[in-house]
């Protein structure tokens, strides 16, 4: 099914541990991003990628790193988790169509 | 900066009651506005959107109109069911720019 497939659905980190979170999608399209969830916070905004190569900063960078080697792909690592990274991380991608973004199911993320 | 403030929940309503959930914003430029919804266990999808002034976006009876006067975005549907409930969030976009910044989203719980 075309869309955007994250891994892994939940995943628990010991402080200083780094790790990479996997998002794919199968649209072609250009834009992708990563967004961070926490209650009474909504999304925010970490890093984004207009197209291969291509990759900026968001509301939410500092310690995650990503990278953008193919259109398809787009990883989110974390360098040396901190509890305050505990969250649920979405991948979302954007094509021209306009139906506006198509998120994963998102990556449960527990740093103890 | 651009900023998005939902009404806070959760809300709690009967089967076929009518449902608002306030959105208003602030932006620097001329916003297009979405509302995106959370189902349980799921990524978020669009709702729907509306990209200029007096412009009403609909969807699955949901209806929202963007009223500049009141920098406001407010959802409506007239009888919600059960499978209505879900996590509800407010968005902008600013001049073409891909980036979504949202509100902190309203937990709405349809009870029989």
């Known amino acids: 099914n075309a869309g955007v497939t994250q891994t892994p659905k939940f995943q628990v980190l010991k402080t200083g541990q780094s790790m990479t979170l996997q998002c794919a999608q199968d649209?072609?399209?250009?834009?992708m991003s990563w967004y961070r969830q926490d209650p009474g916070m909504g999304l925010r905004l970490i890093h984004y990628s207009v197209g291969a190569g291509i990759t900026d900063q968001g509301e939410v960078p500092n310690g995650y790193n990503v990278s953008r080697s193919t259109t398809e792909d787009f990883p989110l690592r974390l360098l040396s988790a901190a509890p305050s990274q505990t969250s649920v991380y979405f991948c979302?991608?954007?094509?021209?169509?306009?139906?506006?973004?198509?998120f994963g199911s998102g990556t449960r993320l527990t740093v103890v | 900066g651009d900023s998005v403030t939902q009404m806070e929940g959760p809300v709690t309503l009967s089967e076929e009651a009518f449902l608002t959930i306030n959105c208003t914003y602030t932006a620097t430029g001329y916003p297009s506005l979405f509302w995106y919804v959370q189902y349980p266990g799921e990524g978020l999808q669009l709702l729907l959107k509306?990209?200029?002034?007096?412009d009403k976006g609909s969807n699955k009876g949901f209806e929202a109109t963007y009223r500049k006067e009141t920098t406001s975005f407010h959802l409506e549907k007239g009888s919600v069911q059960v499978s209505d409930s879900a996590v509800y969030f407010c968005a902008l976009s600013v001049g073409g720019n891909e980036k979504l910044t949202f509100g902190t989203g309203t937990r709405l719980t349809i009870i029989p």
């Open positions: 649209m072609n399209h250009e834009y």
């Open positions: 509306a990209t200029k002034a007096d």
């Open positions: 979302a991608s954007l094509g021209t169509g306009g139906h506006g973004y198509t």
